[in-house]
């Protein structure tokens, strides 16, 4: 049986993810942070881990982003999953002040927390704001979550459906020990950062360019060993093992004062 790690409490939109890529017959582990999730694998304690980096309406994950310059593992696929959210809570509407979840997901429901004038309060998991308002057991208290956090927690849902855009979707990676095989369609990706000359992101980008390489993502996230300097995230199409891929990886090298490649693997759909 397969071992995954995930943060957050049973019911976390990460556990929905990884159920809907490896199925119901798996180990899936809770950790605390998305670092333990990792060290989980890193360490043998799991197969896999999985995590989100990124959201169709509130960008970057900027800690999931962020673990990927230290992390040994290799990212060895990708599932976009539909995000529903919910308002879950023993009260009304029109009896709750307050509501907790999860940043991101507090940023995905804005216009429906501002147009009720609720108090939004940052927790550390979405399943795990269900856990928190059902322990203070309070009317003017709710949180926003999943359907299915709902029900493993036994709290009411008030509303359903509260993100802002209905085309809402979390890309999550996943990672492992092992690397993923050369499939027709992949993709790879890789973080690299240039000196402060002019011109050396132009010569990167060209060398994409140069090779006839898809570019299907390029975002700059801070240095944090130095200040105003930057690392950036590029994935792009095809696998590491494409003879092209090679070569313009050993380009970009010589170009890049650091370079580290993620991994390849298959190119999910957007169901």
Same mark, same amino acid.
């Given at each position: 049986m397969?071992? !995954?790690?995930?943060?957050?409490? /049973?019911?976390?939109y990460?556990?929905?993810a990884?159920?809907s890529?490896?199925g119901?017959?798996?180990?899936?582990?809770p950790?605390?942070?998305?670092?333990d999730?990792?060290?989980?694998?890193?360490n043998?304690?799991s197969?896999y881990?999985?995590?989100?980096?990124?959201?169709s309406?509130e960008?970057s !994950?900027?800690?999931c982003?962020d673990?990927?310059?230290s992390t040994?593992l290799n990212v060895?696929?990708?599932?976009?999953h /539909?995000?529903?959210h919910?308002l879950?809570?023993?009260?009304?509407i029109?009896?709750i002040?307050?509501v907790?979840?999860h940043p991101?997901?507090?940023?995905?429901?804005?216009?429906?927390?501002q147009e009720?004038?609720?108090k939004?309060?940052?927790?550390y998991d979405t399943?795990?704001? !269900?856990?928190i308002?059902k322990?203070?057991?309070?009317?003017?208290?709710a949180?926003?979550?999943?359907?299915?956090?709902?029900?493993?927690?036994d !709290?009411?849902?008030i509303?359903d459906?509260?993100?802002d855009?209905?085309?809402n979707?979390?890309r999550?990676?996943v990672f492992?020990?092992?690397?993923?095989?050369?499939?027709e369609?992949?993709?790879t990706?890789i973080?690299?950062s240039v000196?402060?000359e002019a011109g050396?992101?132009y010569?990167i980008?060209?060398e994409?360019y140069?090779?006839?390489i898809?570019?299907t993502?390029?975002?700059?996230?801070?240095n /944090?060993?130095?200040?105003?300097?930057?690392?950036f995230?590029?994935?792009?199409e095809?696998?590491?093992?494409?003879?092209s891929?090679?070569?313009?990886?050993?380009?970009l090298?010589n170009?890049s004062?650091?370079l580290?490649?993620?991994?390849?693997?298959?190119?999910?759909?957007l169901?």
């Open positions: 397969k071992r !995954v790690s995930f943060q957050g409490e /049973r019911g976390a990460s556990e929905a990884l159920i890529l490896f119901n017959e798996i180990n899936a582990i950790c605390s942070t998305f670092a999730a990792l060290k989980n694998t890193e043998g304690v197969d881990s999985i995590l989100p980096i990124e959201n309406l960008g !994950v900027g800690e982003n673990l990927l310059l040994n060895i696929d990708e599932i976009y /539909r995000i529903h919910c879950i809570g023993t009260g009304s029109g009896s002040d307050t907790y979840s991101q997901a507090l940023g995905q429901c804005r216009e429906f927390i009720n004038s609720l939004p309060i940052p927790t399943a795990g704001s !269900v856990k308002i322990d203070l057991n309070k009317n003017s208290v949180c926003i979550a999943s359907k299915n956090a709902a029900e493993i927690f !709290v009411p849902i509303k459906g509260i993100e855009n209905t085309n979707y979390t999550f990676l492992s020990k092992e690397t993923s095989d050369k499939t369609n992949s993709k990706s973080i690299f000196k402060h050396t992101l010569q980008i060209n994409f140069q090779h006839k898809n570019l993502k390029i975002e700059s996230r801070p /944090r060993n130095t200040a105003w300097e930057y690392n995230y590029v994935d792009f095809g696998h590491i093992d494409d003879s891929i090679k070569d313009m990886l050993e380009k090298g170009h004062t650091f580290k490649i993620l991994g390849s693997y298959p190119i999910a759909k169901d």
